[in-house]
């Protein structure tokens, strides 16, 4: 167990607490899927700067499911906080959690056509960070320190050695 698996630990615990607390309120309330607030964010999304690829998905695609989508988003950064947290298919929520975090970029981030090079990255710095989060985890080894899958697979290999020697000892 290596300070660099153990920083790797720690951020992918923080990064799952992070995603815990934004599903919170809205798995366990009902304005954002029920209430409207998924609506009004998309709105705002739309009036503050998607960028244009994104803005005809926006109001085509997601709008009219967006009760829908709701729902998808809540639990999805529910699951991909119990994953990171603890430990158990940490790359395929990365994947998801990339994903996301790209899809809000583009979703909102677009500083405008006449930006300097700077801007789209200085402009979208919050989903970036987690962008870049759930890369690492997708080419690292994220479950190798605190994680209950590797619990599990000691505890797995530690009873499949008992089992061992005591059928070569009877």
């Given at each position: 167990m290596t300070s660099n698996s153990k920083?790797l630990a720690g951020l992918r615990i923080?990064?799952?607490?992070?995603?815990?607390?934004?599903?919170?309120?809205?798995?366990?309330?009902?304005?954002?899927?029920?209430?409207?607030?998924?609506?009004?964010?998309?709105?705002?999304?739309?009036?503050?700067?998607?960028?244009?690829?994104?803005?005809?998905?926006?109001?085509?695609?997601?709008?009219?499911?967006?009760?829908?989508?709701?729902?998808?988003?809540?639990?999805?950064?529910?699951?991909?906080?119990?994953?990171?947290?603890?430990?158990?298919?940490?790359?395929?929520?990365?994947?998801?959690?990339?994903?996301?975090?790209?899809?809000?970029?583009?979703?909102?981030?677009?500083?405008?056509?006449?930006?300097?090079?700077?801007?789209?990255?200085?402009?979208?710095?919050?989903?970036?960070?987690?962008?870049?989060?759930?890369?690492?985890?997708?080419?690292?080894?994220?479950?190798?320190?605190?994680?209950?899958?590797t619990y599990l697979r000691r505890c797995?290999?530690?009873?499949?050695?008992?089992?061992?020697?005591?059928?070569?000892?009877?």
């Amino acid at each position: 167990m290596t300070s660099n698996s153990k920083a790797l630990a720690g951020l992918r615990i923080a990064v799952g607490m992070l995603f815990l607390i934004f599903a919170e309120y809205k798995v366990f309330g009902s304005q954002f899927t029920s209430g409207g607030k998924f609506q009004y964010w998309i709105n705002r999304f739309l009036e503050d700067g998607a960028y244009p690829f994104m803005a005809p998905v926006l109001k085509n695609f997601v709008l009219p499911h967006a009760r829908s989508i709701a729902f998808v988003v809540a639990y999805g950064e529910l699951a991909i906080g119990f994953a990171l947290v603890f430990g158990i298919l940490v790359r395929p929520a990365s994947v998801c959690g990339l994903t996301y975090m790209l899809t809000l970029l583009f979703a909102s981030n677009y500083p405008g056509p006449h930006a300097a090079f700077w801007q789209y990255f200085g402009g979208s710095l919050d989903h970036l960070v987690l962008a870049f989060c759930f890369a690492t985890f997708m080419v690292s080894n994220p479950e190798e320190v605190l994680s209950l899958s590797t619990y599990l697979r000691r505890c797995r290999a530690t009873r499949e050695d008992r089992t061992r020697s005591l059928a070569v000892n009877p």
